[in-house]
């Protein structure tokens, strides 16, 4: 009983053309659920045919045809200073003289450029190799020499110079030197009796 509702449960999801509901049999691929064209069916759309062909392409040039700069705007700033010198002072009076003046905004392309014919733009191209010394080895030999001269021992050498004293500098070294020295110190005595010898004989120097 089990296996006929089972049986009719899987040839209804195979009925419904469902790709996503319809089993693939075991060891086989899912079925297709879509009516595909004949093995004679071409995939894709037709190319059209090109107007213009590789020769019509190197044979013909389309020159570049610069785009309409639109003209620049009033220059109002100009436009109240002439009017305030010829004595357009009233709004009907303004807008009268701005009609039969015309003055524009300078393009940066018109503001004074300074052209110098004599002057060299760019960057300076490198000089050319000098072929010649390539060829014959020249800067391999000059590498050659310098190596050599590099290791040579220098039998010469070069005398430093030694600092020169000065007398305040000789006066400090030795009051150094001199506060450096220990001087022998005898016994404290009092002064009155320095000028007396002992009277016993000691073994104390």
Not at 65 to 76: G, H, M, R, T
Not at 88 to 117: D, E, H, L, Y
Not at 177 to 205: C, D, Q, V, W
Request: proline content about 6%; charged content about 30%; glycine content about 6%.
């Amino acid at each position: 009983m089990t296996e006929s509702k089972n049986n009719k449960y899987l040839n209804f999801l195979q009925s419904t053309n469902n790709f996503l509901l319809v089993k693939d049999s075991m060891g086989k691929a899912k079925p297709s659920t879509r009516i595909l064209p004949g093995e004679d069916y071409t995939y894709g759309k037709k190319l059209k045919a090109d107007k213009e062909g590789v020769g019509a392409l190197i044979t013909s040039w389309a020159v570049h045809s610069s785009s309409k700069v639109p003209p620049p705007d009033k220059d109002f700033k100009k436009l109240n200073v002439l009017s305030i010198t010829e004595g357009a002072c009233t709004p009907a009076t303004q807008s009268k003289f701005r009609n039969t003046v015309n003055v524009r905004i300078k393009s940066a392309s018109q503001r004074g450029k300074i052209r110098v014919p004599d002057m060299i733009f760019g960057i300076e191209n490198r000089p050319s190799t000098p072929i010649k010394a390539v060829m014959g080895n020249f800067y391999g030999e000059y590498a050659a020499e310098n190596l050599g001269n590099n290791f040579t021992p220098k039998s010469v050498r070069k005398n430093i110079p030694t600092a020169r004293s000065t007398r305040g500098f000789d006066k400090r070294n030795e009051s150094i030197r001199n506060s450096m020295e220990n001087p022998e110190k005898g016994y404290f005595k009092l002064k009155k009796y320095e000028s007396i010898k002992a009277k016993t004989e000691t073994r104390r120097k």
